[in-house]
């Protein structure tokens, strides 16, 4: 065990003999600022090991003895759920469960249906009789829901065709030919398809009997589209790291791209003039999720189980919301957040104050408003779920002939 | 150069039943299969299926130890024990050689080569390079041919409009359709097949599924798709309609997927396979086929959600190293 190996290395508390908690997952959560605080408030220590979504994923099905807490996404959770590297976890255990169940079968349901298509989150939130996943509630969840956020692309107003910058925001821009040469694309085979999807969706390049869900000939076609798009010089690159959307943006090389919210902060916090597009089509939604090792157990489990509360409490969903991102139990957030905080980065109001970010450094100018309405308007606005669809797999392997192509 | 018509224990059994007919065989000359193995360069099982055969049409005889004896017209001789060259068994004889050596070589590479290609479906779409594959198996095209021939029948591979042998993908929708293939017929052709299932072969079937489960998961991704081979093809296959068998066959990939599933993933902590596999024997054993058909039925349907779920897993293996002879082809 590390603290062991490590012998008196000097951390803020003194956690000998206290459980290391290991945890996977990616840059999105995973941050120091937010590991050195739960490791005082919860007198443990904490292991993060970051990776990529791919290589977090991979970890996650094939290794669970490598780590007890996996913190990514509802859209992954079934695959490591199937592979039975993570633990079924008693909802009873989790302090701040009414609020979230509240958010999980209100704020993100229409007329009985889950917002959205694709993976929903609830669709795989409860764990069935039969140990499969799925909506109707019980007593254990796969994962405690967490981090979310709607994700659309982010641009250069100043930067882009003129004519489209007259027009309302739309998934087409990214494979619009007004923007061909200065666009860029997430290199992920379920998040980079599905904003092509919906891009080519909306410019009418393509059907989809349901967008959450591709069939081969739907693959097929959209790879297909890529692929002479990309030939025909229309991407710049597909990025691979936030930090590279980010670079691509404040350098100029690219006018459009697909655009996470850590980048968008992060070129704020530059000056970086970059609008977050709120696209007439809808939203593309995440709902991050943490979940235990299927080998955790006594003490590893029950500081597992501390750490997922802690989330919950409402000082990490502030931190996490200075980056624009929502969390499912938000009352408790309220009160880390300052009045102008909450007003402009929940409630949709213009910025009362300048607002800093992360960093400390000014990310929103005090009159600033957040495109596409308050945190409930931009919900009920999601019009697909990342997904690992039925064919995500053979999804897979055309994406990286598109990469190589 | 045609498709190779008989098997491996048909060219043995027609050499022999020749050599019985002609009466080149002295009468009381004890047939071991080792030895007669030997002499035509095979293995021992297609000898053992073809002196079971003879000894079931009453061409060669048991006795009172171990192998066959040559009848004796006029009754009861004593068994001679001679060298089979010597005694008159001319492998030459009654026998196409190069048709012998095809089948053997046919033999030797398919179980490698089925399980070759299998391992590659779930990675894309594969043109088979003939050429290559035979200079991969060391065996000639005649070979060749008539290996993706049997890959054909059991769904492994396709031949394409522009006569090209295409691999793969591997896809959801494909296994969602052989499972409904599968679950429409092979329930029905178990219950057909009842009348010619013994009773102690049954029971052997069902003691290999508990002594697998008892070393769980001490077991090799071998040893459990053998098991699907007594129960899909010993049991299920049983029947005397043989068009349905080779349309059961060919809707049978996902047992070559089971197999690609293992080697790729490992061994599961737990599977419920086995005691599924059981339930269908013990059912035939108990004389239930009505029985035995539903435990059948609700085995292919979990096996259905269990082959999805392990083809989303694979999604995070990336593309293993590949046989030469499979090119990476676009739809």
Known sequence: MKAEADGLAAPQVNTRGKPVLRVLGTKVTLIDEIRRRAESDLGIRLDYSVGDGIEAQQRAATQPSSYDVYDQWFNNVDIVWSSGAIQPLRAARITNWAQVERHMRTALMQNGQPIGRGDAPIKYLYVQPDKRLGPHPTDYISALPCVHHVDAFGYRRRSIAPELAGEPESWGWLLDPRCRGRVALVDDPAIGAADAALAAQALGLAEFRDIGNLTIEEIDALTRLLIRKKRAGHFRTCWSSIDEATALMQEGAVDIESLWTPSLTALWSRGVDVQYAAPKEGYRGWHGCLAISVNARGAVLDAAYDYLNWWLSGWAGAVMARQGYYMAAHEAVVEHLSPAEWGYWYRGEPAATDLCGPDGSIVVRQGARRNGGSYWDRLSRIVLWNSSMDEHNYLVRRWAQFIAA | ?331
């Open chain 2, 1 to 331: 150069m045609g498709r190779l018509a008989r098997k491996l224990y048909e060219i043995v059994y027609d050499a022999l039943e020749g050599h019985l007919r002609d009466r080149r065989l002295p009468p009381g000359l004890v047939l071991l299969e080792g030895p007669v193995a030997e002499i035509f360069r095979t293995s021992r099982a297609p000898v053992k299926t073809a002196l079971r055969m003879l000894s079931e049409r009453g061409l060669v005889e048991r006795f009172n130890g171990r192998g066959f004896i040559v009848p004796d017209p006029d009754g009861g001789t004593e068994p001679l024990r001679l060298d089979l060259r010597q005694a008159g068994l001319d492998p030459n004889a009654h026998i196409d050689e190069d048709e012998l050596q095809n089948r053997v070589a046919w033999e030797r590479i398919y179980s490698a080569a089925e399980r070759e290609v299998g391992l590659a479906l779930p990675f894309g779409r594969f043109q088979i390079n003939e050429a290559r594959m035979g200079e991969h198996f060391g065996v000639s095209r005649t070979v060749v041919r008539d290996v993706l021939g049997r890959m054909q029948e059991r769904g492994l591979v396709e031949k394409a409009p522009r006569s090209h042998w295409i691999a793969g993908p591997l896809t959801a929708s494909a296994i969602r359709e052989f499972y409904e293939i599968r679950v429409m017929l092979e329930p029905q052709a178990l219950i057909q097949a009842v009348p010619s299932l013994d009773i102690d072969e049954l029971a052997a079937m069902r003691n290999r599924v508990a002594l697998l489960e008892a070393r769980y998961p001490q077991v090799s991704a071998e040893e459990l798709t053998g098991l699907d081979v007594d129960l899909h093809t010993r049991c299920v296959q049983r029947i005397a309609n043989k068009r349905l068998v080779a349309i059961i066959r060919q809707a049978q990939l996902p047992l070559i997927a089971n197999y690609t599933f293992l080697s790729h993933l490992g061994i599961p902590e737990e599977t419920p396979e086995l005691a599924e596999h059981k339930l269908v024997f013990e059912h035939l054993i108990q004389g239930s086929p009505a029985a035995a058909a539903a435990a059948l039925k609700a085995h292919l349907e979990r096996s259905l959600d269990r082959a999805l779920i392990r083809l989303k897993v694979l999604s995070v293996k990336s593309t293993p190293p590949l046989p030469p002879y499979l090119m990476a082809t676009a739809p």
